[in-house]
């Protein structure tokens, strides 16, 4: 007969095959707390936001019959506007939920006092806000009242209560609080595109001004001073007269090319003739870098995205040459399905930051107006990688000179 018998370690241990518990953890976590707070904050702000929007549209619709209904009914809406912003500030601090915000309300700029009246009066927004409001009353108050009841009698099973009940309000969020389609996001990008591109133009339009004032400007009055002063010296004093006209000439060429340097920058003759390829191969001579100019296209684009693409690349060089310390550099292009790709690679030193407020950062504005892309690779070392994705447009029809039009009209009137 066999009898088992338990062995104890000396000292008074646990016995051999026992294990420790694992520690004392709270039923619920952060997460579930948040989500009771949201869930039984939501009744009291469901009763107050109901009843604040039955009143406005009760009001605003007895009203409607005479002019006082309708500010009623916009600065309502306008109401609705900034609470919605609220509850999707309390959703994204304790549910987690992460919703964009809606585009701002246009302001009509042209029309009187209804005419701005009736903007506000037609704000999809503001409205869907109020039906938000109507429609998390009795959500609210079915979900808050089971969460207590839960919190009671079904304490283990309350984390997966209060998820599924927060499930239903952050349906109501991204449904009623949310931007209504992409058209909205989309109207958003495109204001900020066009803020992008006004600021651009007003800043070569002060660069251009700049310019001439400081440049061609200054030795066109210089050269008038000094022909003037030749033509009172000329019988007095010819030899005189003769070294006037000498600098004057000087200073005529002087203002030419200044001139012709200013023509290049606002947009180039070879670009408009030529195409990109022998317009960047010109810019590239021009680098203090050796640069390898490599363009692949069938066909021109339209010539507005000729002109981005080719002033990014030109102030893509210029950065070579000025702050890259770079060997030698490449310029890519391509066509890639409706996109028109642009590839700038130096071998310098590397560093450069879009983020860091240099020029990097106004061409990636410059090409967002235009859905386009500016990424940036360029780690400490180098080599420093740009690429530029600019949409791709047909060319509509091939310009025309001036001089061209003026030989076809010869040819017609000779003939």
């Known amino acids: 007969m066999t009898s088992s018998t338990s062995t104890t370690p000396a000292g008074g241990g646990a016995p051999e095959g026992w294990e420790k518990p694992p520690p004392p953890r709270p039923a619920l976590d952060a997460r579930a707390w948040r989500e009771c707070a949201y869930l039984l904050l939501s009744f009291p702000l469901a009763v107050v936001t109901f009843v604040c929007v039955v009143v406005w549209i009760y009001a605003g619709a007895l009203l409607s019959v005479t002019v006082v209904g309708l500010p009623v009914l916009a600065a309502g809406l306008a109401g609705c506007r900034r609470v919605g912003a609220w509850e999707r500030a309390r959703a994204r601090a304790l549910l987690g939920l992460s919703v964009d915000e809606p585009s701002a309300l246009p302001r009509a700029r042209e029309g009187g006092l209804l005419t701005r009246l009736w903007s506000g009066l037609r704000d999809p927004v503001g409205w869907r806000t109020a039906l938000y409001f109507v429609v998390r009353l009795p959500v609210a108050t079915l979900t808050c009242w089971l969460t207590v009841i839960a919190g009671v009698v079904a304490w ?218 500016l990424a940036v690779h360029s780690p400490a070392g180098g080599p420093t990688t740009v690429t530029a994705e600019l949409p791709w447009r047909a060319r509509t029809a091939p310009p025309t000179r001036l001089a061209d039009t003026l030989a076809e009209k010869n040819r017609g009137t000779t003939s």
């Open 156 to 373: 283990p099973a309350l984390p997966w209560i209060v998820r599924w009940f927060t499930n239903v309000d952050r349906a109501l969020v991204r449904g009623l609080l949310s931007p209504s389609d992409s058209l909205e996001r989309r109207i958003a990008e495109l204001e900020s595109g066009r803020a992008a591109v006004t600021d651009t133009a007003n800043a070569d339009l002060r660069r251009i001004e700049r310019d001439l004032h400081d440049g061609a400007q200054a030795r066109l009055v210089a050269l008038a001073m000094g022909l003037g002063m030749a033509k009172e010296t000329v019988l007095r004093d010819p030899e005189a007269a003769a070294r006037l006209v000498d600098e004057a000439h000087g200073e005529v060429k002087q203002a030419l090319r200044e001139l012709r340097d200013l023509a290049r920058g606002i947009h180039p003759a070879i670009l408009t003739d030529r195409g990109l390829g022998p317009a960047l191969s010109a810019v590239a001579s021009r680098c203090t870098v050796p640069v390898t100019v490599s363009v692949e296209l069938d066909e021109r684009p339209a010539d507005a995205i000729e002109g981005i693409a080719y002033f990014t690349a030109s102030e893509l060089l210029q950065n070579v040459s000025k702050h890259s310390g770079a060997h030698q550099a490449t310029v890519e292009v391509w066509r890639a399905g409706d996109r028109l790709m642009m590839q700038v690679t130096d071998d310098g030193r590397g560093g450069a930051d879009p983020t860091a407020g240099s020029g990097l950062a106004g061409l990636a504005d410059r090409l967002a107006a235009v859905d386009g892309l």
